[in-house]
C-alpha cells in the first residue's frame, strides 16, 4: 500500500508568489491535517479536514487556505508568500480526525524555500 | 493556550538507556503520543498513552501521570539508528489535532 504521498517535494518561490502544495492520504483515510515545521522545532498545526470539511485550524494567517476533494486528497495553498514561510510542510493522514492510538502517518513533506 | 515541555537536547552512549521527558500544560487532555524524526524524514509514531501506566514497544516505552501532567519516552539498548528528534504531542480534545512540543534532539555516540 502506498504511504502518504506529498508533491512536490522541493519547491522555491519568490516573495509574494503564490503556491499549492499537494496531499494524497493512505488508501481508507478520511482524514487529512497540515502542518508547518521550521527548522529546529515541531510541527505547526495549520488546519485538520475530515470528509472534505474543515475541522480544525491553527493559528495562520487568511494567506493559508487549504481544501480536500472528494477522494480525501487535499491541497494547501500560500498566498503572498513571505520569506517567513519558508519551512517543511507536512501532511498527515488517519482514519477520522480522533484516531489516536493509530497515530499519524505523516508524508515526507515540501520543503518550501522563499527567496 | 497549550505548552509541552521537552528537553531540547540528549546524548547518550550506544547501549544505554535514556529517558526523554514531556510535561504539558493544556486546556483539556486525550492523551500523549510520541514521534521519531531522523533528519530530512518524516514523523513517525511511535507510541499513545491515553491512561496512566507503561506502555512497552519492543525497545520503546512510554510513561504517563495525567495528574502530574507529565510522560515520558524510555529508550532502552540505545544504537546508533536511534539518533533523532523526538516529539511528544497532545490532543486537547476527541476529534482535535495533534500539538505538539519542540521537539529533543537524541544523539547517540560510541
Not at chain 2, 510535561?23 to 514523523?43: C, E, K, R, V
Not at chain 2, 539518533?83 to 537524541?106: D, E, H, I, M, Q
Request: glycine share 12%; hydrophobic share 30%; charged share 15%.
Amino acid at each position: 500500500d502506498a504511504g502518504v504521498t506529498q508533491s512536490p517535494t522541493h519547491l522555491i518561490k519568490t516573495r509574494g508568489q503564490h503556491v499549492t502544495l499537494r496531499c494524497s492520504p493512505i488508501s481508507g483515510h478520511k482524514s487529512v491535517s497540515w502542518y508547518q515545521q521550521v527548522l529546529g522545532q515541531g510541527p505547526q498545526f495549520i488546519f485538520q479536514y475530515y470528509e472534505k470539511e474543515e475541522r480544525g485550524r491553527g493559528n495562520f494567517p487568511d494567506r493559508f487556505s487549504a481544501r480536500q476533494f472528494p477522494n480525501y486528497s487535499s491541497e494547501l495553498n500560500v498566498n503572498a508568500l513571505l520569506l517567513g514561510d519558508s519551512a517543511l510542510y507536512l501532511c498527515a493522514s488517519s482514519p477520522t480526525t480522533g484516531s489516536a492510538n493509530y497515530g499519524y502517518t505523516f508524508g515526507s513533506g515540501t520543503r518550501l524555500t522563499v527567496v | 493556550g497549550q505548552s509541552l515541555e521537552q528537553p531540547s537536547e540528549v546524548t547518550a552512549v550506544e547501549g544505554a538507556i535514556v529517558q526523554i521527558n514531556c510535561t504539558y500544560q493544556t486546556s483539556g487532555f486525550y492523551g500523549l503520543s510520541w514521534y521519531q524524526q531522523h533528519d530530512g524524514g518524516a514523523p513517525t509514531f511511535l507510541s499513545y498513552n491515553g491512561l496512566d501506566g507503561l506502555e512497552e514497544t519492543g525497545r520503546f516505552s512510554s510513561f504517563l501521570s495525567r495528574s502530574d501532567s507529565y510522560g515520558y519516552l524510555l529508550l532502552q539498548e540505545l544504537q546508533m539508528k536511534d539518533s533523532a528528534s523526538y516529539f511528544c504531542a497532545v490532543r486537547t480534545g476527541g476529534n482535535t489535532p495533534l500539538v505538539f512540543g519542540k521537539g529533543t534532539r537524541l544523539s547517540v555516540i560510541a
